[in-house]
């Protein structure tokens, strides 16, 4: 087992390349103040995780999944009272979302740019596959990617699919992105590598403790550029 054996190395895309929790985040906060005639923020809030995560298998995820679940929510907690103008509202925050313009993370095209060379890289990325189009094309990051990969899911087994169409041994295998959950447990699991680079805010549904994951093969990292020290020490 050695770092020297990786082939690919993959990349999660939203939090790790670029900029995305924040503005569910201000989506949300919008959100409360579009209904707070109705219920408190905290209620609110709890409703509209709530139902994310009930709608989660259904519409899997992203942002048009998130607008779905707000007007779901601004239903239930507006007891079917909620105003066509504020419907209105909610569905100008998803789209106003999907314009948003693509922030690069620091470091990340530098980092691209000195492995490129070396590895095959990958974007291995759950979410819209509309939206995820649009910001690859928009971040200007394409050229370094061989094969970009938005998943339904990032299980084990939706990993497993990945490396099958690679053509490659999870040992070669190396997984960097923010959330350890989905990123970085499973890959470890099937004995690859997980790199953790964690972002200032994490899902709801993505928090789990570092300490759980116990293994030689996971790294956890402060800045994503650090990724190069792995290799200068490998
Ligand atoms: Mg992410």
């Given at each position: 087992m050695s770092l020297k054996e990786i082939d690919v190395i993959a990349f999660d895309a939203d939090d790790t390349l670029w900029e995305n929790e924040n503005f569910f985040r201000d989506a949300e906060k919008e959100f409360c103040h579009i209904m707070e005639e109705y219920q408190s923020t905290e209620n609110m809030m709890a409703e509209l995780y709530r139902v994310e995560?009930?709608?989660?298998?259904?519409?899997?995820?992203?942002?048009?999944?998130?607008?779905?679940?707000?007007?779901?929510?601004?239903?239930?907690?507006?007891?079917?009272?909620?105003?066509?103008?504020?419907?209105?509202?909610?569905?100008?925050?998803?789209?106003?979302?999907?314009?948003?313009?693509?922030?690069?993370?620091?470091?990340?095209?530098?980092?691209?740019?000195?492995?490129?060379?070396?590895?095959?890289?990958?974007?291995?990325?759950?979410?819209?596959?509309?939206?995820?189009?649009?910001?690859?094309?928009?971040?200007?990051?394409?050229?370094?990617?061989h094969h970009i990969e938005v998943m339904s899911n990032k299980r084990e087994e939706n990993y497993c699919e990945l490396l099958r169409h690679l053509d490659l041994e999870a040992g070669k295998f190396m997984m960097i992105g923010n959330s350890l959950k989905s990123d970085v447990l499973p890959v470890v699991n099937l004995g690859g590598y997980g790199v953790h680079v964690p972002y200032h805010t994490t899902w709801e549904f993505e928090q789990m403790d570092p300490a759980e994951i116990k293994s030689d093969r996971f790294f956890e990292l402060k800045e994503i550029h650090d990724v190069l020290t792995l290799f200068e020490e490998a």
């Open positions: 995560g009930q709608n989660m298998e259904m519409y899997g995820f992203g942002i048009k999944a998130f607008i779905l679940s707000m007007m779901e929510t601004a239903l239930l907690v507006s007891d079917k009272q909620v105003r066509p103008d504020q419907m209105e509202a909610i569905i100008a925050i998803g789209k106003s979302m999907l314009h948003k313009d693509v922030v690069l993370l620091d470091g990340i095209r530098d980092l691209l740019e000195k492995l490129a060379p070396h590895y095959r890289l990958v974007v291995a990325t759950k979410g819209d596959l509309l939206d995820q189009e649009r910001k690859l094309a928009k971040s200007g990051l394409l050229k370094y990617f």
